[in-house]
């Protein structure tokens, strides 16, 4: 297989070296900085070849693409991508705005191509064993859920200029709401579509960004449960947690724990499960479904149609809080 990696920052170079790991060797590296592309060199291994302009490497037969430029310019890579035949692994979000998607999508369909996103905590054990608990109704009717995603901006790449990364800039598509959008996606997956929204979205902390840094929002789902989802980028403790409240029981579960812990009303006492997987497996196991669904293996768990439900729920978000009123997320296109 040919794979063409657009993009090779952080997550970029995470997944050429774990495409390599897969044992893809005919993998291509694109970015404008040449001081990225040689980082690629060093780290991953100098057989990656390297260039600076996607559209010359299209010319040659492509299996896939991963498209991991800022946020904004994701449907504009992904669309040139699946114009030359490749199917797509686009970082999430999918876009910072619902124009171009439904085209892109059907565009996909058209060649039979697959359209996946990154939303790789669907891959993580400890979460497929909270889905397990309620799929199996382990604490009854689920009446509310609460989730917090918050870390401190400036931490998560020590080695460079926050102010300077995609992640600080508004127009970029960077900000809590979107880049933290995981936390929609795992209340999504787990409990349902959305029935009504209402968000408060903006910057209020002294992080030198003009993107958003945090995100509060209360949501109805159709399921009936009630949820709350927190996302910021300047919580100093980093905290990923999320809490489920059932008529039988609870469920907690601590990301940098990596612990799921259920409790059960008629034991009265907590259940603690320790699990020892790797951050990095999330993101093999994604590659890993993707490659597999090029090759004609079942469809990825999070398809463009999916996402575009998670960025429908964002977007909803916004417009919520900028007009201080509950909303309706928009109805995803069909398949």
Not at 4 to 29: D, F, M, P, Q, T
Not at 57 to 86: F, M, N, R, W, Y
Not at 116 to 121: P, Q
Not at 281 to 290: G, K, P, S, Y
Request: glycine share 8%; aromatic share 10%; charged share 25%.
């Amino acid at each position: 297989m040919r794979i063409i990696v657009v993009g090779c920052g952080s997550i970029g170079k995470r997944h050429l070296g774990n495409l390599k790991a897969l044992g893809v060797e005919n993998l291509v590296a694109v970015d404008t900085r040449k001081d990225r592309l040689q980082e690629v060199t060093e780290r991953i291994g100098s057989e990656i070849l390297c260039s600076d302009k996607l559209s010359e490497q299209l010319k040659s037969k492509c299996d896939g693409v991963v498209v991991c430029v800022p946020t904004s310019i994701h449907l504009d890579v992904a669309k040139e991508a699946i114009k030359s035949g490749a199917s797509v692994l686009i970082e999430k979000p999918l876009s910072n705005t619902s124009e171009g998607v439904p085209e892109l999508l059907s565009l996909a369909k058209e060649s039979s191509l697959v359209v996946a996103v990154g939303y790789t905590y669907r891959f993580w054990p400890a979460l497929q064993k909270i889905k397990y608990f309620l799929e199996n109704d382990q604490i009854g009717q689920i009446y509310s859920a609460n989730i917090i995603f918050s870390e401190y901006l400036p931490d998560w790449h020590p080695w460079e200029d926050y102010r300077s990364w995609f992640m600080a800039k508004k127009e970029l598509g960077g900000g809590a709401l979107l880049d933290e959008s995981h936390a929609i996606d795992i209340m999504r997956w787990l409990f349902g579509e959305a029935r009504t929204i209402y968000g408060v979205n903006g910057t209020f902390s002294k992080l030198e960004i003009d993107s958003d840094d945090l995100a509060e929002i209360i949501v109805r789902f159709h399921s009936g449960v009630i949820g709350s989802i927190h996302m910021d980028i300047y919580g100093r403790h980093h905290r990923k947690e999320l809490s489920i409240q059932g008529e039988l029981g609870n469920i907690y579960w601590d990301f940098y724990k990596n612990t799921v812990a259920l409790y059960q009303a008629n034991l009265e006492k907590w259940e603690v499960i320790q699990f020892e997987d790797d951050r990095n497996d999330m993101f093999l196991n994604e590659v890993r479904h993707w490659l597999n669904a090029i090759q004609g293996g079942p469809k990825v768990p999070v398809d463009g149609y999916d996402a575009l439900k998670t960025l429908s729920f964002a977007l909803a978000a916004i417009e919520s809080s900028m007009n201080d009123k509950v909303v309706e997320p928009f109805g995803a296109i069909d398949k």
